[in-house]
């Protein structure tokens, strides 16, 4: 049972445009919500992450977005530059016995083009 | 400070054969978590270690298998290897207790399994 879904799969962003990349979860004991980073070839690389007592987080030029009511929350990447292209991960988190386990979306795999 | 290693990079091995793959965690992470990321797809929750014991699996059969040891490394072992374990196996450390969330991955180990 998939229960983080992520879209788009794939996205083209111009150099300077905004990318958006959104994610819905299902279970709502999920209570930290981090952006990984991968490059190909790399293990994925913590990018920015909230909480659900939080509307919004920016660090840089990353800002999550989180509405719990509806279970979803974004990445926003402003003024993407052609070094953001990489896939995208969102992520959940909640226990499996006293483990500590993250539940991952899909990917969506970002293009910045010149 | 050191990050997340892992060792080898790369494996190659026969279809019912059996495999040991090492991480050693973040200076000062007690706790390791290993994923499974098939191509094309986000990360998936294997188990987790802590103290040198298994605190929480994922949907994934017995003959996955771990350690972990005194100084917090720890091993993956998969036994009787089927073709549909090919995939980047992935080692994250945390430090321990539910004030602490986030998971550092390290470049992971690619496996292919002919």
């Known amino acids: 049972q998939q229960q983080v879904k992520q879209s788009p799969q794939s996205l083209i962003v111009q150099k300077g445009g905004i990318s958006i990349i959104n994610c819905a979860y299902e279970?709502?004991?999920?209570?930290?919500f981090p952006w990984y980073q991968q490059f190909p070839g790399k293990g994925p690389a913590l990018l920015i992450a909230?909480?659900?007592?939080?509307s919004e987080k920016k660090e840089g030029r990353f800002t999550i977005s989180f509405n719990k009511s509806a279970k979803q929350f974004s990445l926003h990447i402003m003024d993407s530059q052609p070094g953001d292209s990489a896939t995208y991960f969102c992520?959940?988190?909640?226990?499996?016995?006293?483990?500590?386990?993250?539940?991952f979306g899909t990917g969506t795999r970002l293009q910045v083009t010149l | 400070e050191t990050g997340v290693t892992q060792s080898p990079t790369h494996l190659i091995k026969t279809r019912g054969q059996q495999v040991t793959l090492r991480c050693s965690s973040q200076?000062?992470?007690?706790?390791v978590s290993w994923y499974q990321q098939a191509l094309g797809q986000g990360p998936q929750f294997i188990f987790q270690?802590?103290?040198?014991?298994?605190?929480g699996r994922g949907n994934f059969p017995p003959r996955f298998s771990g350690l972990q040891f005194p100084n917090y490394s720890s091993e993956l072992n998969v036994n009787a290897l089927e073709l549909d374990d090919s995939a980047l196996y992935l080692c994250?450390?945390?430090?321990?207790?539910?004030?602490?969330?986030?998971?550092?991955f390290g470049p992971g180990t690619r496996l292919t399994v002919t």
């Open positions: 909230i909480r659900p007592d939080v």
């Open positions: 279970n709502t004991a999920f209570d930290y």
């Open positions: 992520a959940a988190r909640g226990n499996t016995g006293t483990a500590s386990k993250l539940t």
């Open positions: 270690y802590y103290r040198e014991e298994e605190n």
């Open positions: 200076s000062g992470h007690n706790t």
């Open positions: 994250a450390s945390s430090l321990p207790g539910l004030g602490s969330y986030e998971q550092y």
